[in-house]
């Protein structure tokens, strides 16, 4: 995709949808509380299952700086006796690696300096994001999730490096699982990035890996998709637009206001919808109330 068919795409996104100076929910606006209450009709067996991965805390190649979680009670050595004693630990993570389960907040993306809705990149300082920061969802996202099985729909296990999930994928699926993603939702689309990574080890994602295509965010606004999640990052690697990293989350993040979750997990919840036969379900998304960060690790919950 040349540089300026980029630009064509991202200036339609961004005009695409009216939206008021001072918004500051962007996507979000599309889930209406009368959208949240259908959602619950959803919820059928009550089976619950998480989509984030286990948090890593050993290196790797798609990993190089691991959460750190280290015990500070009881200290090494010490002996535990009668009486009340308190186990007590310390974690700290770098939010957006390409390993772990995370959600990208409105102020993550900075393009041409701006963020989403014209809002000033310098509003995001050394301490901190004044504006647009993950306190934007302190009451979670609760709405429909649909998750679209792109492998399962070309009839492979995953997605190789590299390889784009274009417009047509996402309505095919549709198709083929007998679901349509509607006004408001919460999509999820497996590529099987992590079916890929437990079967084959993990390698530089930042070189090489599966994602949408630019031109498929076109399916997202159409659909007025209320959030996005992958169990990837979202964006292909490399890069179908030369100069620009990462193009989707440009589009979705910056010019349409959508929140993204990266490096989810799709294989429980994959393997629930295929036995239940049905491909959607109540989903709460619950961020940590970090109030001026860019994002937060997230364990989002399918109920079914």
């Known amino acids: 995709m040349t540089g300026g068919a980029f630009r064509a795409l991202y200036e339609e996104l961004r005009d695409r949808s009216p939206r008021a100076p001072d918004d500051r929910r962007g996507a979000l606006g599309h889930l209406t509380p009368d959208r949240v209450v259908a959602a619950a009709a959803e919820v059928r067996s009550g089976r619950t299952v998480s989509l984030a991965a286990p948090i890593e805390t050993l290196p790797g190649p798609d990993d190089p700086d691991p959460a750190r979680h280290r015990m500070i ?47 000033p990149a310098s509003s995001v300082t050394p301490e901190g994001a004044r504006a647009l920061s993950v306190e934007v969802v302190r009451d979670g996202i609760v709405g429909r999730g649909v998750l679209l099985d792109v492998p399962r729909l070309r009839g492979v296990p995953w997605l190789e490096p590299g390889d784009h999930v274009t417009a047509a994928d996402l309505t095919a699926a549709e198709a083929a699982q007998g679901v349509r993603v509607r006004a408001g939702d919460l999509l999820f689309v497996r590529v099987g990035h992590r079916a890929r990574r437990q079967e084959l080890g993990a390698w530089d994602t930042a070189r090489a890996r599966a994602g949408l295509h630019p031109t498929a965010v076109r399916f997202l606004a159409g659909r007025q998709v209320a959030a996005l999640g992958s169990d990837g990052n979202n964006d292909t690697a490399p890069s179908a637009v030369a100069g620009v990293d990462f193009p989707v989350h440009v589009l979705a993040v910056q010019a349409m206001g959508l929140h993204l979750m990266d490096y989810l997990q799709f294989e429980e919840l994959t393997r629930a919808c295929a036995h239940a036969g049905r491909w959607s379900f109540l989903c709460a998304v619950a961020p940590l109330r970090l109030p001026s960060a860019t994002g937060s690790p997230v364990n989002p919950i399918a109920v079914l």
């Open 73 to 119: 009670a009881p200290a090494a050595g010490e002996t535990v006796g009668d009486g009340l004693h308190f186990a007590r630990d310390r974690f700290a993570m770098n939010v957006h690696g390409d390993a772990d389960s995370h959600l990208d907040a409105l102020c993550h993306v900075m393009y041409d300096g701006e963020l989403y809705n014209g809002v």
